[in-house]
């Protein structure tokens, strides 16, 4: 069972139902004692890094979501937003972000020809093995919008890469945290591929 995490914020009703589509059991709670119990974890998200945070710490979903990642080690993916959470802060805001990945939130450089948001389909390239990416393979394109980037720490905890006026990370692992910062509910069959490898770990 997959407990996405309902704070208020994210694209729940069509990432439950692609998980449907490809037969994974998901259920969309915000209920604190509900999450505890979860098996696996996903962290949607749309909108405003700062008002995500404060959604979560003010719930107090902070401190379990901060139990079932590091002490539990539970898998968990966050996806947009979401993985936009797992570093430690965004230049959007001002908040502390989770923290359990090495790295930080970047607004995209004004580029010539560059438009903010990055919005449509963009191509992929894979940069290590993981359990999240398996089955991907020749050219691979997923679904984003967003105007802030992920730049990790460490190269390693990069899983796919893709390119917008500059190289920037598509999808992380760190240990057991997953990240996706484009829209795999909106991806067709990549997307359906991915959530199924999540839900398979």
Request: aromatic letters at 8%; proline letters at 3%.
């Amino acid at each position: 069972m997959i407990t996405i995490v309902d704070y208020g914020m994210g694209n729940l009703g069509s990432i439950r139902n692609m998980f449907k589509r490809i037969g994974a059991a998901a259920v969309i709670t915000g209920d604190l004692e509900q999450i505890a119990r979860a098996e696996k974890i996903l962290l949607p998200g749309v909108g405003a890094f700062d008002n995500a945070m404060l959604r979560i710490d003010e719930s107090g979903l902070r401190e379990v979501l901060d139990q079932k990642a590091l002490v539990e080690r539970v898998p968990v993916l966050g996806i947009c937003l979401g993985m936009q959470l797992l570093t430690r802060s965004s230049e959007e805001g001002s908040r502390p972000g989770l923290g359990w990945v090495a790295a930080q939130t970047k607004r995209f450089p004004a580029l010539p020809g560059l438009k903010v948001p990055h919005m449509g389909w963009n191509l992929v390239e894979l940069t290590r093995d993981s359990a999240l990416t398996g089955g991907l393979a020749g050219e691979v394109r997923f679904y984003f919008v967003h105007s802030y980037y992920v730049c990790v720490d460490d190269e390693k905890d990069q899983i796919l890469k893709a390119h917008y006026g500059l190289d920037f990370t598509a999808a992380l692992q760190h240990d057991n945290i997953y990240g996706a910062q484009f829209h795999p509910e909106k991806s067709h069959r990549f997307g359906m591929q991915l959530l199924k490898n999540f839900a398979s770990l």
